[in-house]
Structure formats: C-alpha cells, structure tokens
C-alpha cells in the first residue's frame, strides 16, 4: 500500500503537534510546515518520515513557490494556523485585527485555493480546517476573532461543494477551548477544557460528514449557540 502523505499547516501548533505524532503512529508521512522551523526540528528529531518545511501563512507571495517546491504533493492537509489577540485589544489594534484575518482566513484561502487547483495531484482526498465555536455567532467578547473563523468555515463549506465532484472531503474541525499556547494564561472553565491530542484524533479519524465538534459537551454547547435566538445571543458575553 502506498504511503499516504499529510502537509500540515502552521504545524507549531499545539493540535498539529499532537495531530502529527498520531499520523505518523498510523505509518502516514508528514510535512510539517511552519515559521518555527527549529521547534519542528527539535520536535521531530526522534521521528522517521517527517519533513519540516518553513510556511508563513501571512506570506501569500510565498505560497506558490512553497507549494510548487513540495517534492511530494499531499493526500491530506491539515490547516492548523492560529492566532489570538483579545476582542478589547483588536479594536484598538488594526495590526493584530488584520493579523487574525490573515492568519485564519486570507492565508487560508490563499494556501488552499493553490492546493485544491492543482488538478495534476490526483491523490488529494481530504483537507481539514481548524476553526472554532467563536465562528458560530457574532458574540461582544470575541466578534473579531470570531469572524475570522467564521469566514473559513463558511470557505470550507463552499470548497467542499466545489470539491465534490473529484471525490475531495473538506472537513472542520468546530472547537471549544483548547488547553494550548493560544489558551495558557486565559481564565477559562476547567471543566469545558480539552487536551489538544483530544481534537488532533477528532481530525485524524475524520470521515465524510462536514462539521466536526469534538467533545460531548461542545457538541450541545454548539447546537444551542447554533440555534439561539438574536435576543439569547445578546445576554453572552
Ligand atoms: N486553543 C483554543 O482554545 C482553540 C479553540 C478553537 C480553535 N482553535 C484553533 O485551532 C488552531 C490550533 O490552535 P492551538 O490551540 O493549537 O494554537 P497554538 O498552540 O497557539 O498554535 C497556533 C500556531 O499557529 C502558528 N501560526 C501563527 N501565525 C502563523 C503564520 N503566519 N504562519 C504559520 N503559522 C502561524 C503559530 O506558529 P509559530 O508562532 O510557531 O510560527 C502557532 O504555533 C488555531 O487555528 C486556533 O485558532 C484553538
């Protein structure tokens, strides 16, 4: 059987890491891409069938050539680029505003748009976004950050209808709080926290449908947010 080759995106992250580990487990190749380059080395020392490769996401010029440059073209890709800068700070901030929209979606879609229309890899079946449940409704405490993710959700909505036809699955991954570098220092519910190797098997045993909410108590928490009427929304923080 021929071994499957995943690139993943913005690979420093704490779900990719651990995502990583766990398609290298199952006998997949990973090129890890990433502007830590040193970290991925050192992280990936011990490991066999593992590339690092340098991404910017909010580099576009550099997108083609870096795709152009991977000697392997991938059967899996994972996009995992994140950045958080607070709600309060972001309106005060154009930068770190801009950075989240180049990050989560404009990187995104450039990236993205170069992998999906490269006809020629035949062997492309799958591509996994990372999102979030701040993209499910405008909220007052992350509306910036939250519309981020939002339009790369609604991306990937559309890339999969776009996709259907040459048999391509698009997935995302919908998550709650993650206990990673984004998260450390947050005051958030213990009880609402999930481990990053818990969301990196949500996105590594992925399957056909669309959404993918990991964990029993985000699934509920994203149907009412989901469904909650404008007057509800309002009372959230
Ligand atoms: N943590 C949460 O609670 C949570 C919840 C829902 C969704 N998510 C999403 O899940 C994804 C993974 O999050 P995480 O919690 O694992 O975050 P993380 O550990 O903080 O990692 C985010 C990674 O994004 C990389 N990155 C940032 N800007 C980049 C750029 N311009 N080009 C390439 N890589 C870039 C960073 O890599 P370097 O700085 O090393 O380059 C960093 O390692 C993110 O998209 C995040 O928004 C997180």
């Known amino acids: 059987m021929q071994t499957k080759t ?46 690092v490769r340098y991404f910017d996401a909010a580099d576009f010029a550099s997108h083609a050539a870096f795709y152009a440059q991977l000697t392997e073209k991938p059967h899996i890709v994972l996009y995992a680029a994140g950045y958080l800068k607070h709600n309060e700070e972001a309106l005060l901030d154009w930068e770190g505003s801009f950075r989240m929209m180049q990050v989560h979606y404009a990187g995104a879609v450039s990236i993205i748009n170069i992998i999906a229309m490269d006809k020629q890899n035949t062997r492309l079946e799958r591509i996994i976004g990372l999102s979030s449940l701040s993209g499910v ?30 048999r391509i699955t698009v997935n995302v991954v919908v998550a709650g709080y993650i206990r990673s570098k984004m998260t450390a220092g947050l005051n958030l519910p213990e009880s609402l926290m999930l481990e990053p190797s818990f969301i990196a098997s949500a996105v590594v045993n992925a399957g056909s449908g669309f959404t993918i909410v990991p964990g029993f108590k985000w699934k509920l928490i994203y149907t009412a947010l989901k469904y909650m009427p404008e007057k509800l929304v309002a009372k959230l923080p």
């Open 137 to 166: 409704r405008g909220r007052k405490s992350n509306f910036i950050y939250g519309s981020t993710k939002s339009a790369f959700t609604q991306y990937l909505a559309g890339l999969r209808q776009y996709l259907f036809s040459r």
């Open 6 to 51: 995943v690139l993943i995106l913005g690979a420093n992250s704490d779900v990719a890491k651990a995502a990583l580990l766990q398609y290298v487990a199952k006998g997949y190749h990973v090129i890890a891409a990433s502007r830590s380059t040193d970290e991925l080395q050192r992280f990936t020392a011990d490991l066999q069938h593992v590339q």
